[in-house]
Nanobody
Framework: QVQLVESGGGSVQAGGSLRLSCAAFGYAYSLDCMGWFRQAPGKEREGVATINTFGLTSVADSVKGRFTISKDSPKSTLYLQMNSLKPEDTALYYC???????????????????WGQGTQVTVSS
């Protein structure tokens, strides 16, 4: 199957930057959709950004202009560059993936087959 392992989370002051990484193991070459989600305490998991196998990206309005999703296909690694971080960006960030191209369009986290364990991002004011 597929295993996803996130890294790169941490604590940063508002205005700072972090880069999250997600390494995919297993049948990673078949993953047509990969994305980042986040979940803050007491809130539902929300989509942050997605990228499909053709490199088409989608970014949530709340992070548009600040976050960039990218993928290193040969290494099967997904990235999320986060700049100008705000306290409201504080959350547990998850990497998700699926074999279906259509998953990237659906938006709901429920349609993703594979999930990482999550990495904590804390932004202080």
């Amino acid at each position: 199957q597929v295993q996803l392992v996130e890294s790169g989370g941490g604590s940063v002051q508002a205005g700072g930057s972090l880069r999250l990484s997600c390494a995919a193991f297993g049948y990673a070459y078949s993953l047509d959709c990969m994305g980042w989600f986040r979940q803050a305490p007491g809130k539902e998991r929300e989509g942050v950004a997605t990228i499909n196998t053709f490199g088409l990206t989608s970014v949530a309005d709340s992070v548009k202009g600040r976050f960039t999703i990218s993928k290193d296909s040969p290494k099967s690694t997904l990235y999320l560059q986060m700049n100008s971080l705000k306290p409201e960006d504080t959350a547990l960030y998850y990497c998700a993936a699926d074999f279906r191209l259509s998953t990237c369009k659906e938006g709901s986290p429920n349609v993703y087959a594979y999930w990482g364990q999550g990495t904590q991002v804390t932004v202080s004011s």
